[in-house]
């Protein structure tokens, strides 16, 4: 005899919403839950879907808001494929419209490069109630010469797989094996469909890697670095650094975890600080 299958258990309703930019660039929105709000920023080769087992979990307690950075999904303000169309400062406008159109003290995790954007935000003003980090990737080893550009020329020729493997082996630096394991993944058309945006992160790993050490004191909110146990020593040097530099700040390794986000096992840690 075998168990009676579980009750499908209903899932939180997902209102749609869009904010416009400070250049007028519209930005598609999820907002899921009720509760003290809290924006989710994406890292690369993701959009607002790829946090839906976070949101789950955070949307109980939370009103959890997530949306496509620029030129993903639904968002506008694409160009990445050429030089001179992308700027960071137009993606701290982006967090800084969805931030403001939300009621009341507003908290933020941001992913990856999604990290970055959001510590320059909140150097340069941007008012919130507590801030969670998955590895910012300052620090990260240079990328080989000739990597950004030869991810736009790949993009402006539509070879998307290319471009995505490229950024795999040469900027994240994944083994083939995991490379292989991706390429398979269920994911893969969504990454496709994600490759010119490769061009913003390069961009950001690029000009902007540098730990902002002299303005982390300005980052007045509590902060909660994550990162994984597993990950280069690089990056888990980074985010001491954070932790140890930004006024309120403290870091915690999740235990038996790499670079890509663990939802499950990160959820708790986040949904406990944004209660505390």
């Given at each position: 005899?075998?168990?009676?299958e579980?009750?499908?258990?209903?899932?939180?309703?997902?209102?749609?919403?869009?904010?416009?930019?400070?250049d007028?660039?519209?930005?598609?929105?999820?907002?899921?839950?009720?509760?003290?709000?809290?924006?989710?920023v994406?890292g690369?080769l993701?959009?607002?879907?790829?946090?839906?087992r976070?949101?789950?979990?955070?949307?109980?307690?939370?009103?959890?808001?997530?949306?496509?950075?620029?030129?993903?999904g639904?968002?506008?303000?694409?160009?990445?494929?050429e030089?001179g169309?992308?700027s960071?400062?137009?993606?701290?406008?982006?967090?800084?419209?969805?931030?403001?159109a939300?009621?009341g003290?507003?908290?933020v995790?941001?992913?990856?490069?999604?990290?970055?954007?959001?510590?320059?935000?909140?150097?340069?003003?941007?008012?919130?109630?507590?801030?969670?980090?998955?590895?910012?990737?300052?620090?990260?080893?240079?990328?080989?010469?000739?990597?950004?550009?030869?991810?736009?020329?790949?993009?402006?020729?539509?070879?998307?797989?290319?471009?995505?493997?490229?950024?795999?082996r040469?900027?994240?630096?994944?083994?083939?094996d995991?490379?292989?394991?991706?390429?398979?993944?269920?994911?893969?058309?969504?990454?496709?469909?994600?490759?010119?945006t490769?061009?913003h992160?390069?961009?950001?790993?690029?000009?902007?890697a540098?730990?902002?050490?002299?303005?982390?004191?300005?980052i007045t909110?509590?902060?909660?670095?994550?990162?994984?146990?597993?990950?280069?020593?690089?990056?888990?040097?980074?985010?001491?650094?954070?932790?140890?530099?930004?006024?309120?700040?403290r870091?915690?390794r999740?235990?038996?975890?790499?670079h890509?986000?663990?939802?499950?096992?990160?959820?708790?840690l986040?949904?406990?600080?944004?209660?505390?």
């Amino acid at each position: 005899m075998t168990e009676p299958e579980p009750e499908p258990q209903p899932q939180p309703l997902r209102v749609p919403m869009t904010v416009v930019s400070a250049d007028g660039t519209p930005l598609a929105c999820e907002r899921t839950g009720e509760g003290p709000p809290v924006v989710l920023v994406g890292g690369g080769l993701s959009h607002k879907g790829m946090f839906d087992r976070l949101t789950d979990a955070l949307s109980g307690r939370f009103t959890v808001v997530t949306y496509d950075r620029r030129g993903r999904g639904g968002s506008g303000g694409g160009g990445g494929g050429e030089p001179g169309q992308y700027s960071i400062d137009r993606e701290t406008e982006d967090l800084t419209a969805v931030v403001g159109a939300l009621d009341g003290p507003v908290s933020v995790f941001a992913n990856c490069t999604g990290g970055i954007i959001t510590v320059r935000a909140a150097t340069r003003g941007l008012p919130l109630a507590r801030l969670a980090l998955y590895e910012p990737p300052y620090g990260a080893p240079p990328n080989p010469p000739g990597y950004l550009d030869r991810l736009r020329r790949l993009v402006a020729r539509g070879r998307r797989a290319e471009a995505v493997t490229l950024f795999w082996r040469e900027s994240v630096r994944f083994d083939e094996d995991v490379i292989e394991r991706l390429t398979a993944h269920r994911a893969w058309e969504t990454f496709l469909d994600l490759a010119p945006t490769l061009v913003h992160d390069g961009v950001i790993s690029e000009r902007h890697a540098a730990i902002p050490r002299d303005a982390l004191h300005r980052i007045t909110a509590p902060v909660l670095v994550l990162g994984g146990s597993l990950s280069p020593r690089w990056i888990q040097d980074t985010c001491t650094t954070l932790a140890r530099r930004i006024p309120e700040a403290r870091y915690t390794r999740i235990r038996g975890e790499g670079h890509v986000f663990p939802q499950e096992a990160a959820a708790p840690l986040l949904r406990d600080f944004f209660l505390s």
